[in-house]
């Protein structure tokens, strides 16, 4: 099984019918930033009783109405203001601000990986506030020191 606890989809996103939703047996929250709901495989039933999917203000009745998100008995709706930030006590600070990556207080190298865990990008971070673009939107490993954080772009 994976390590999937909680995920955040971005809101560009269209598709995360890629992810092995039954594979991810500890999966707490699903986060969707989209007011349109992204297509996606069914989940366990398992997952649609316990997992809690945090969706847009305003988005309720497209999400209810969707064939795979209206199963869902946690749904709720909230106002975004991004995807939540991952901090570490050195202050290192990753997040994504309307499709980049965004990485914070990071000094030295800051990789990005694709979930095959090939390179697609790799910068050097000068400890202030740094934003990468990618070419492609989809799951990424983001790691900055001893920091890796899993993002959807």
Partial sequence: MT??????????VE???????????????????SMTPPTSHAFMEEQYKNVKL??????????????????????EEKESTGIGNVETADGKDISVEDGTIVVENA?????????AGQLVKSVNANGGRMKMSLPRHGIYIVKAGSLAVKVVL
Avoid: H
Wanted: charged residues 15%; aromatic residues 8%.
């Fill in 3 to 12: 390590t999937l606890v909680n995920v955040t989809v971005g809101s560009l």
């Fill in 15 to 33: 598709d995360v019918a890629s992810i092995d939703w039954a594979k991810s047996d500890g999966l707490k929250t699903i986060r969707l930033l």
């Fill in 54 to 75: 945090t969706i847009p203000a305003g988005s309720l009745a497209a999400y209810q109405e969707d064939g795979v998100w209206k199963s869902f008995l946690n749904m």
């Fill in 107 to 115: 000094e030295g190298n800051i990789s990005v990986y694709n979930m």
